[in-house]
């Protein structure tokens, strides 16, 4: 069971690798969308509502999962507190990096309102450009020792850069333009995010990227039932195999276009990340990993094979041909990969993250337990 073997890797580590004085990484700065956001969405714009958080934060914590998210665990695994979200005013704390990632971001500037589609004003450039003002406010007002909410000036250079986006650009056009109308702009994704990482490297001093790539989307609940599909695009798990394999190529030319900018980024580590193969084993076999509920939505309605109902999303409710239509959500999410259809439930978060913490899904391999004390994750 991976579940295990990722868990026994990360405590396996010989203790001759592992540094005296703790984690390399003093700061993590996130880009990305709703898989990783920790709020920034949610400070923008309405509150985010139950019952969102009722595993973790017993509340609703701008995560969009039952609790804790991927970028939470890997904080925790590097020894650094949750991330705050750079929109979020009150409350936050930045001396260890700051989450730039908002929920329905895109990599491409977008061409319409958050009020009309769904999609974050808040883009990739949108949120490279919000990292050079806060370098910027650090630099004017920090110092090296740093201060009660800002970093030392001297961080930008030591820290982890993490890139967890793109979902939003593959998934969003696919129910119009279909998967070969997709496939004309997703060079220009790929691209979009090695120029932000060469754009850090020089402007901010970024020498450590991760980026993570697209999960597949062909086994969602909410793309089951939203995207047109014939059973026999259904493979033996229930997942939507043109989808699926559009995914991996486009997986592959972000691969390929990363290899291509690691020879203009002297004395840096760019790291592709395979959370691909890890969410796709939970969808696949997800009592291998102690869940039992693979493609249906912990949080949804409808129930059936995936309880998920396009008109009203978890958390929500809505009048619909007359009836007042609530979602809910179920007791156990523990047991679910999907949490509303669209997104992981924290069981299957952390078992991604035991996964992206032993070193096991990057290319080229990184051994994090060379430059970092990793803690136990719980």
Same mark, same amino acid.
């Given at each position: 069971?991976?579940?295990?073997?990722?868990f026994?890797?990360?405590?396996?580590?010989p203790?001759?690798?592992?540094?005296?004085? %703790?984690?390399?990484?003093?700061?993590?700065?996130?880009?990305?969308?709703?898989?990783?956001?920790?709020?920034?969405?949610?400070?923008?714009f309405?509150?985010?509502?139950?019952?969102?958080?009722?595993?973790?934060?017993?509340?609703?914590?701008?995560?969009a999962?039952? =609790?804790?998210?991927?970028?939470?665990?890997?904080?925790?695994?590097?020894?650094?507190?949750? &991330?705050?979200?750079? &929109?979020?005013?009150? %409350?936050?704390?930045?001396?260890?990096g700051?989450?730039?990632?908002?929920?329905?971001?895109?990599?491409r500037?977008?061409?319409?309102s958050?009020?009309?589609? =769904?999609?974050?004003?808040?883009s990739?450039?949108?949120?490279?450009?919000?990292?050079?003002?806060?370098?910027?406010?650090?630099?004017?007002?920090?110092?090296?020792?740093?201060?009660?909410? +800002?970093?030392?000036?001297?961080?930008?250079?030591?820290?982890? /850069?993490?890139?967890?986006?793109?979902?939003?650009?593959f998934?969003? %056009?696919?129910?119009? +333009?279909?998967?070969?109308?997709?496939?004309?702009?997703?060079?220009q994704?790929?691209?979009?995010?090695?120029?932000?990482?060469?754009?850090?490297?020089?402007?901010?001093?970024?020498?450590?990227?991760?980026?993570?790539?697209?999960?597949?989307?062909g086994?969602?609940?909410?793309?089951?039932? #939203?995207?047109?599909?014939?059973t026999?695009?259904?493979?033996m798990?229930?997942?939507?195999?043109?989808?699926?394999?559009?995914?991996l190529? /486009?997986?592959?030319?972000?691969k390929d276009? &990363?290899?291509?900018?690691?020879?203009?980024?002297?004395?840096?580590?760019?790291?592709?990340v395979?959370?691909?193969?890890?969410?796709?084993?939970?969808?696949?076999h997800?009592k291998?990993?102690?869940?039992?509920?693979?493609?249906?939505?912990?949080? %949804?309605?409808?129930g059936?094979?995936?309880?998920?109902?396009?008109?009203?999303f978890?958390? /929500?409710s809505?009048?619909?041909?007359?009836?007042?239509?609530?979602?809910?959500?179920?007791?156990?999410?523990?047991?679910?990969?999907?949490?509303?259809?669209?997104?992981?439930? #924290?069981?299957?978060?952390?078992?991604?993250?035991?996964?992206? &913490?032993?070193?096991? +899904?990057?290319?080229?391999?990184?051994?994090?337990?060379?430059?970092?004390?990793?803690?136990?994750?719980?």
């Open positions: 069971m991976y579940y295990f073997i990722f026994a890797l990360l405590f396996l580590v203790p001759a690798t592992l540094t005296d004085a %703790g984690c390399d990484f003093p700061a993590i700065f996130n880009f990305g969308d709703s898989n990783s956001d920790t709020g920034g969405f949610w400070a923008a309405p509150a985010q509502t139950r019952p969102f958080g009722m595993t973790y934060f017993g509340k609703p914590a701008g995560r999962s039952d =609790g804790r998210a991927v970028i939470d665990f890997l904080a925790q695994g590097f020894g650094l507190p949750f &991330l705050s979200p750079y &929109l979020q005013s009150i %409350g936050s704390n930045f001396t260890h700051a989450n730039f990632a908002t929920a329905a971001s895109t990599v500037l977008p061409s319409t958050v009020f009309v589609s =769904g999609v974050s004003p808040f990739l450039a949108i949120q490279l450009n919000q990292m050079k003002e806060f370098r910027t406010r650090v630099l004017e007002f920090s110092n090296p020792q740093g201060n009660n909410y +800002l970093p030392p000036t001297d961080i930008f250079s030591k820290s982890l /850069y993490i890139f967890d986006i793109g979902q939003n650009d998934s969003g %056009g696919l129910a119009s +333009l279909g998967i070969q109308g997709v496939k004309q702009y997703l060079p994704v790929a691209s979009q995010i090695a120029w932000t990482i060469k754009d850090i490297y020089d402007e901010v001093g970024g020498r450590t990227f991760m980026v993570f790539n697209l999960a597949p989307i086994c969602f609940p909410a793309f089951l039932t #939203e995207l047109p599909h014939n026999s695009d259904l493979d798990y229930g997942c939507m195999m043109s989808y699926n394999n559009a995914v190529d /486009y997986n592959l030319m972000l276009t &990363l290899s291509q900018i690691r020879d203009q980024l002297p004395g840096a580590t760019l790291v592709y395979d959370t691909h193969s890890v969410k796709l084993e939970l969808f696949q997800p291998d990993h102690g869940l039992v509920y693979a493609t249906k939505a912990c949080c %949804g309605e409808g059936g094979d995936y309880n998920f109902n396009p008109h009203v978890c958390g /929500y809505k009048v619909i041909d007359g009836k007042n239509v609530s979602t809910s959500a179920c007791a156990d999410p523990q047991n679910y990969v999907s949490w509303d259809g669209v997104h992981a439930t #924290e069981a299957a978060n952390k078992i991604l993250a035991f996964g992206i &913490l032993n070193g096991s +899904l990057f290319d080229p391999p990184f051994p994090l337990s060379k430059y970092c004390d990793l803690q136990p994750i719980g």
